[in-house]
């Protein structure tokens, strides 16, 4: 498509997801009957599971051949056998996969490598590194809605430890938020809306999963889960997207505690269970018009708007350094702590 990919890396010790991921994915899902949960069945999770297992495949392992195939016999025997046993699927060929991933290895060779060696040569010779972090801190494997959760770690700490980055080595730690909360799939999610707020703000953000294209669950902003996150991360600055979905609503809420058998929460609860009970507690502010979505400056933005993002960073507790009005790049407000 026109796009260089000479300076393209991928880690050598990157896992990768075989054709039985997927599959053992979507039939452990639809086993769970009506307790699933809401995973894509891109094989993610079954592909964390054999790394942590010590059975994945990684993609050092499909430049030599040979070796791709004395690593690949004992896992797919195991894989057949598992498959076959508990939902009767027809096994799978180790010829004819070994093959297809060693092609698949001769393509990408230039393209394999060192890649935290590389970093690590980067910040040596004083160079900016941006590390883009994926899915959402709620989601993590440990500090997450457990089970409802990722098998990754998508924090700042698993950033540090997917890159091979040091902690000490990170200068500044962006949490990037939306102006109200979504989420995909089950799990808890205290400030949901399921009225007329929630359609408008599902169909005016475009709240549609990214892999999936399930729509979004939709609600207010959850401050808690904000500051909960920030904490978790060491949030050092705060980009706020999607101001102008808000735009028009009458009044405003933002989530700033939980009650739960009644007492008063300011973190979620450790179960499940537990965090599908709670009851948001809200703050109303007054709502706005117009977002401002041609504004350079946050200044520009409606005086309702304003008090709305420092009502936010007082509550997470981290300064907003960035607003997002619109979709395009030059509708991202570049403010400062002093906004």
């Known amino acids: 498509r026109g796009v260089d990919t000479s300076h393209l890396r991928v880690s050598s010790r990157c896992h990768l997801i075989m054709p039985y991921h997927p599959i053992q994915d979507r039939l452990e899902e639809s086993s769970r009957g009506a307790n699933t949960i809401g995973t894509t069945q891109r094989g993610n999770g079954p592909c964390y599971a054999d790394k942590a297992a010590r059975r994945g495949i990684r993609a050092a392992d499909i430049l030599d051949p040979e070796y791709l195939v004395r690593r690949l016999e004992p896992v797919l025997a195991e894989k057949n056998a598992l498959l076959g046993a508990l939902y009767g699927h027809p096994p799978f060929d180790l010829e004819e996969m070994a093959e297809q991933f060693a092609a698949y290895g001769e393509r990408l060779a230039p393209y394999i490598g060192d890649v935290e060696v590389e970093i690590q040569d980067a910040i040596d010779a004083g160079r900016n590194v941006m590390i883009e972090g994926a899915q959402a801190a709620m989601l993590d494997i440990d500090y997450g809605t457990y089970p409802y959760v990722t098998s990754s770690s998508p924090t700042a700490a698993g950033v540090c430890q997917g890159a091979g980055v040091a902690p000490t ?101 450790a179960r499940i269970e537990d965090y599908e009970q709670v009851k948001p507690i809200y703050e109303e502010l007054a709502g706005w018009e117009d977002g401002g979505s041609d504004t350079a400056a946050s200044a520009g933005l409606p005086e309702a708007a304003q008090i709305y993002l420092r009502r936010i960073a007082a509550l997470v507790g981290v300064p907003i350094t960035f607003v997002g009005t619109g979709p395009h790049r030059d509708q991202l407000i570049h403010a400062t702590a002093a906004d």
């Open 169 to 269: 080595q990170i200068d500044r730690v962006i949490g990037v938020y939306k102006a109200y909360s979504t989420r995909v799939g089950a799990g808890a999610f205290p400030t949901e809306l399921f009225d007329d707020t929630g359609d408008m703000l599902r169909s005016r953000g475009v709240e549609f999963g990214t892999t999936t294209g399930r729509p979004r669950r939709t609600g207010w902003f959850d401050a808690v889960q904000a500051r909960y996150t920030a904490r978790l991360n060491g949030i050092t600055e705060i980009a706020l997207t999607k101001l102008d979905v808000l735009d028009g609503v009458d009044a405003v809420h933002v989530c700033v505690g939980y009650e739960l058998n009644g007492e008063r929460h300011d973190s979620p609860p």
